[in-house]
């Protein structure tokens, strides 16, 4: 099983930048890619961004690209979100997880795997 601990998450303005980071240990988390995702209140968990521990391919979301950057430090086994440009639809609970290809036809490109972490509450006020 593979364990994950978020953090970074806070209050900020729009227009303003975070970092979340995650760290991973468990049962051969490399094998999988690694996931973030956002559940804002009273919603379903959207797909933010991916990244494979390997060869550092990323993923990204369409309401994020070019303002939020996945990245990886393997020596680490942490992964990151730089979130920039930040506005209030940003505003959920963020959560990562190990990820595996979701299967055609899924709602979310990536399937999580294992149960959602406590995840970190993000806000960005208008």
């Known amino acids: 099983q593979v364990q994950l601990v978020e953090s970074g998450g806070g209050l900020v303005q729009a227009g303003g930048s975070l970092r979340l980071s995650c760290v991973a240990s468990?049962?051969?988390?490399?094998?999988?890619?690694m996931g973030w995702f956002r559940q804002a209140a009273g919603e379903e968990h959207d797909f933010v961004a991916a990244?494979?521990?390997?060869?550092?391919?990323?993923y990204y979301g369409d309401s994020v690209k070019g303002r939020f950057f996945i990245s990886r430090d393997a020596a680490k086994n942490t992964v990151y979100l730089q979130m920039n440009n930040l506005k209030p639809e940003d505003t959920a609970v963020y959560y990562c997880?190990?990820?595996?290809?979701?299967?055609?036809?899924?709602?979310?490109?990536?399937?999580?795997?294992?149960?959602w972490g406590q995840g970190t509450q993000v806000t960005v006020s208008s």
């Open positions: 997880a190990a990820v595996l290809p979701a299967v055609a036809g899924a709602r979310l490109p990536f399937s999580p795997q294992g149960s």
């Open positions: 468990g049962r051969a988390f490399e094998n999988y890619a």
């Open positions: 990244i494979t521990w390997t060869l550092g391919n990323t």
